[in-house]
């Protein structure tokens, strides 16, 4: 059984979803090892100050790194296996073209808030990386000067992966919508809880 909701099949949407999912999976994996860098830095940093008094230095600044890097690059993925935070209390109880209608007209104004966001954060990164001044008067942190602009890309960039995969959903809902599919491919489709918890266990038992 496998942990993911999205059906597939050999149409031409399964097929740009799956390889979507491959870039996606990439980046989700580059989250987690970014996750792991800063759990081991922290660690590094809490026995570096009790055995030697050495700190890493500018702690803070790297951490303020790395959580922006982890907390976006997740992003896509976690839209297409349906887990960000989500009332289905009503969408829950929809059935067929109604359900399908309601998760696309959903993911039309995810959608827009995704370009807006995609303009703002892309400004937001050319005022941290100013081409034409020199590399040392760039946008950097205050302790020990590390550049910004790195990590303020990753965010537009996650964002445009988002940006796919939300176009891919709409196609897949409307087509569902307007073949009245009971069981479509490319799209989280809603589980009980019991469901879940199972798939979860399984996962975890390998």
């Not at 390889?19 to 830095?41: D, H, K, P, Q, T």
């Not at 209390?89 to 359900?99: A, H, M, N, S």
Request: glycine content about 6%.
């Amino acid at each position: 059984m496998s942990s993911s909701s999205v059906l597939t099949d050999e149409t031409g949407l399964s097929r740009a979803d799956r390889a979507l999912l491959r870039l996606e999976s990439v980046m989700n994996l580059l989250g987690g090892v970014v996750i792991f860098a800063l759990v081991v830095l922290a660690v590094y940093n809490v026995l570096g100050r009790k055995f030697f008094s050495a700190p890493v230095p500018g702690y803070v600044d790297w951490t303020e790194q790395f959580m922006a890097t982890f907390a976006f690059l997740g992003l896509a993925f976690c839209q297409r296996e349906g887990g960000h935070i989500r009332m289905d209390i009503v969408v829950g109880q929809l059935r067929g073209r109604t359900l399908w209608f309601a998760e696309c007209l959903s993911c039309i104004f995810m959608l827009l808030l995704t370009t807006a966001l995609i303009y703002g954060t892309w400004f937001h990164f050319e005022r941290s990386f100013d081409f034409a001044a020199p590399l040392w008067s760039r946008d950097s942190s205050i302790d020990i000067a590390l550049p910004l602009w790195p990590a303020k890309l990753i965010v537009p960039i996650s964002l445009a992966l988002l940006w796919c995969r939300l176009v891919l959903q709409i196609w897949g809902f409307a087509r569902a919508f307007r073949r009245n599919e009971r069981y479509p491919v490319a799209v989280p489709l809603i589980e009980d809880a019991f469901t879940q918890a199972n798939k979860e266990a399984k996962t975890v038992d390998g």
